[in-house]
């Protein structure tokens, strides 16, 4: 469960060691009484998506509980039904058949309860063997922000939609904290899993002062629940683990595995939304499951330097095992970056707020060191006019208009640019790329220190999507190499600066480096544009960064894409396939 990343962001600027904890609870879920219930008159639809998931109106955050059940995909999402701002959180609930095109159904759980009264919050869904799902979630008991995990299950398990969902006064809460537990900072179960020892087993997300945690409970019934005595993980200096995700990966090939696989041949992914900087972060690691404990490999960092899924606006994710296609699918919420204050105006005059990124696959890298995320394949379904580019050299200072994608025509009218486009770059020679200064440990500082328009070695060359004409306005998408003193660092951007004339817009420079073999010399992208969304993936899904943009120019049939290079090192397009893409339906 999060807040409005405007507030997480005036958060972050205080010590961790200031948070405060009252009797073992704290409130951090700012609410806006006289905002949250204000309907916005009409829609606004200049930045509206296209193709990614946004109900018809008001704010949505965290995807909850995404499952595939009878023939059907399930999302639910936290959604303020009167209101474009956080508040009166409802689960929401639609379905699909493909992933893409959803129908809405009414919401599946809302505050009706004493134990959820003050809110409903994020949880998961678990798929009981002849039995159906069940979904825990947090209930809010009282206006100090108490949280408890509850349970909820089908009212009827034999309807394919699972319209109606019901919370058992029996057993509910099934989970309270305990003495020296936080018990306002004590959220967001995840799925369970099964043991060999005839137990579930589910996490939930807490701290405890700066130390983020995630204890581990175990049960026979799946009601009756005995916290372990120590966390699965914990970690110092992280703050608050929000929406933690734990479940298996294969060490060879892409083939998702069911929630609960152990043994030999996987290993195990924690990922923890870490609330003070508001971003997803991963580790991979062992699991002892006699010992109930996970310990993360030492190929990356356990803290705020370490991987993400995401390194742009791309929080509280939420992945689940999907039986019909063998993978493992991963949800996560991109925010709205259209507002800097408390006043919410442009989310409240444009009456909507919040997306969901486009579902990805995931899978283990080759090189066993991270993970690698790739748009689901059903998101094709949606190509439709096609653009080739091929063997295109760009000395320094090109760039090419990739044309005739500027925009889609669809049901008789123009829309804003909707494309999806694919492109591999390759160069002859290394020898021009900069040199790496040790003090570049953090790639956003790096992107904005560079930017697309400093003149580089080799790079920055990529693309320049949602641009006008004269470039007033551009979002670069692109890459840069570095030469460190044992390797090469290569960094991808997602610059959202430059991305609209309007100057009081959250305009962040958004990067991530790319651990990537470099001895082919060459580099892909795919990028998928979307109205206020550029969501794009580097070297194969390597390094992903998500950005929300708002161009005031770049639209309709005035949104223009390139490719462009602004290194010395000339780049040639090896391939460039770009497509208009339709809109989904949804909702």
Known sequence: MVLPKCLAISLVVFSLSVILINNGTEAFHKVYPHLQSLTAISVSEQHRTGYHFQPPRNWINDPNGPMYYNGYYHLFYQYNPNGSVWGNIVWAHSVSKDLINWKALEPAIYPSKPFDKFGCWSGSATILPEKGPVILYTGIIDENNTQVQCYAIPENASDPLLRKWIKPDQFNPIVVAEPGVNGSAFRDPTT?????????????????????????????????????????????????????????????????????????????????????????????????????????????????????????????????????????????????????????????????????????????????????????????????????????????????????????????????????????????????????DPSWVNAQDLCALKGSKTQGGLGP???????????????????????????????????????????????????????????????????????????????????????????ELALTNQAHLFVFNNGTESITVENLNAWSMKSAVIN
Request: overall charge positive.
């Open 192 to 436: 369970a899993w099964w043991s060999k020892d005839r137990h579930w087993r589910m996490l939930v997300g807490s701290r405890r002062k700066d130390r983020g945690m995630s204890y581990l409970y175990r049960s026979k019934d799946f009601v009756k629940w005995i916290r372990a005595k120590h966390p699965i993980h914990s970690k110092a200096n992280t703050g608050m683990w929000e929406c933690p995700d734990f479940y298996p990966v294969a060490l060879k090939g892409e083939e998702g595995l069911e929630t609960s696989m152990v043994g030999n041949n996987v290993k195990h992914v924690l990922k923890n939304s870490l609330d003070m900087t508001r971003f997803d972060y991963y580790t991979l690691g062992t699991y002892f499951p006699k010992k109930d404990k996970y310990i993360p490999d030492n190929t990356s960092e356990d803290g705020w330097g370490g991987l993400r899924y995401d390194y742009g606006n791309f929080y509280a994710s939420k992945s689940f095992f999907d039986p019909s296609k063998n993978r493992r699918i991963l949800w996560g919420w991109a925010n709205e970056s259209d507002f800097q204050d408390d006043t919410h105006n442009d989310d409240i005059k444009k009456g909507w707020a919040g997306i969901q990124a486009i579902p990805r696959t995931l899978w283990l890298d080759s090189n066993g060191r991270q993970l690698v995320q790739w748009p689901i394949e059903e998101l094709n379904c949606l190509r439709q006019k096609e653009v080739k580019i091929c063997n295109k050299k760009l000395e320094k200072g090109n760039y090419v208009e990739v044309e005739g994608i500027t925009m889609a025509y669809y049901y008789n009218i123009y829309i804003y640019l909707q494309a999806d486009v694919e492109v591999t770059f390759s160069f002859s020679s290394l020898d021009k790329a900069e040199a790496f």
């Open 461 to 551: 060359f990529g693309l320049l999507t949602l641009a006008s004409e004269n470039l007033e306005e551009f979002t670069p998408v692109f890459f840069r190499i570095f030469k460190a003193p044992n390797k090469h660092m290569i960094l991808l951007c997602s610059d959202a600066k430059s991305s609209s004339l309007k100057s009081e817009l959250y305009k962040p420079s958004f990067a991530g480096f790319v651990d990537v073999d470099l001895s082919t010399k060459k580099l892909s992208l795919r990028s998928l544009i979307d109205h206020s969304v550029v969501e794009s993936f580097g070297a194969g899904g390597k390094t992903n960064i998500l950005s929300r943009i708002y161009p």
